[in-house]
């Protein structure tokens, strides 16, 4: 059914939901240690869970287990109408080096408003405010125009805090992606217990058959909920920075989706999908900061910090040698390694934005050196 689109005009040719939260929430930005305490983040309601009791409110909320801090990614089609329920989660008091602006919204730019400002998240001139207070909620719609990503960020504090980004500069960012009309989405990262429920059997070679229709079972924590597929009965209900993206029943996209080009592959066919964000000065306690701190080493490693970052991942160049010199992390056994070694090629580093249980500059028995 077509319903009222954009301030410009159109119709949206469906609406789909997405229920979000804004939260603190601390953020390891690489397997060193490199993190900001005083994080901050967007994600979707279902990946959320009460510090204490049964009940989320405003402070009394973190990230579930089993989900990594990332920037919110919501999708819709060409055409669609995109609902976000909003709730401020935010505790009241800010943490540490925050921001004092407690308030947050969801705005995101070069998206059509449905219905008026309201769904602008902003206050600006003589409009009226649509940020939201701790634990108040909010409802935007956006219109989903053209084919294309479309940053999301709050703008309730842009400015102030490291790198003069306000609540920005502190992780609530992220990004809606717009897909060709009639595109279906699914997960393309699963833990291997999620592979396994997702199997539907395997190959001659051993090669796993992907259902991707597949639920979680009864008794899972996500029973009843799609383990690829992203959108649910008309809800976004995983917010991947990647996904797989394909045409009608897992198919190609018709034939005039995208223009006739000379390339190297058939457009139509399905394709992966990877957000990326670039983001930097976030503000963050470096891994074996004692030794950043130090004034004997304040100026030479300055340039060399986690200062830079991609996705909340970084991998300052300061940290990695550290690492090495002092043999931990996963460089600590490059006996060969200088200076370039660490960011012409991984090979020494790895992913270096990789959560680990124990970061490389953890010293566990308090002399003042990472453990080896």
């Not at 240690?33 to 973190?62: E, I, Q, W």
């Not at 505790?91 to 602006?101: A, E, L």
């Not at 996904?243 to 009608?248: L, Q, V």
């Not at 005039?256 to 990326?276: A, I, K, L, S, W």
Request: charged share 20%.
């Amino acid at each position: 059914m077509l319903v009222p689109g954009g301030l410009l005009g159109q119709t949206c040719e469906r609406t789909i939901t997405a229920d979000v939260v804004a939260l603190d929430q601390a953020i390891f930005y690489n397997r060193l240690g490199a993190h900001d305490p005083a994080g901050m983040m967007f994600a979707l309601k279902r990946d959320v869970v009460p510090l204490s009791g049964s009940s989320l409110g405003a402070g009394n909320v973190r990230l579930r287990d089993g989900l990594r801090p990332r920037p919110l990614t919501l999708r819709a089609n060409e055409g669609d109408c995109l609902k976000i329920t909003f709730t401020n989660l935010l505790s009241s008091t800010p943490k540490s080096n925050q921001p004092g602006t407690r308030d947050a919204s969801i705005h995101v730019m070069g998206m059509q408003l449905v219905g008026g400002i309201a769904s602008d998240g902003s206050f600006v001139g003589q409009n009226a405010s649509s940020l939201v207070a701790p634990g108040g909620t909010a409802t935007y719609t956006l219109h989903a125009v053209k084919e294309g990503t479309f940053l999301l960020y709050s703008t309730a504090q842009t400015t102030g805090g490291d790198g003069d980004g306000g609540t920005i500069s502190k992780g609530l960012f992220g990004a809606v992606n717009v897909e060709p009309k009639g595109a279906e989405w699914y997960r393309s990262q699963l833990t291997a217990e999620e592979m396994k429920l997702a199997s539907a059997g395997t190959t001659a070679g051993g090669q796993p058959i992907v259902n991707y229709d597949a639920l979680y079972p009864s008794g899972h924590p996500r029973a009843g909920l799609p383990i690829l597929k992203m959108l649910h009965n008309g809800e976004v209900v995983h917010s991947s920075l990647t996904a797989i993206i394909t045409g009608p029943n897992r198919g190609p996209f018709p034939a005039g989706t995208y223009p006739q080009v000379v390339v190297n592959r058939d457009r139509h066919q399905p394709f992966r999908e990877v957000t990326v964000i670039f983001h930097d000065e976030p503000g963050l306690v470096q891994a074996f900061n004692d030794i950043f701190d130090d004034p004997r080493f304040e100026h030479t490693l300055h340039s060399g910090r986690d200062a830079f970052a991609i996705n909340y991942g970084t991998g300052g160049i300061g940290a990695e040698v550290l690492g090495n010199r002092f043999g931990v992390g996963p460089m600590g056994e490059c006996t060969e390694c200088k200076y370039e070694e660490f960011f012409l090629s991984s090979w020494a580093v790895g992913d270096p934005a990789m959560l680990v249980d124990v970061p490389a500059d953890f010293d566990g028995n308090g002399d003042g050196q990472p453990d080896a």
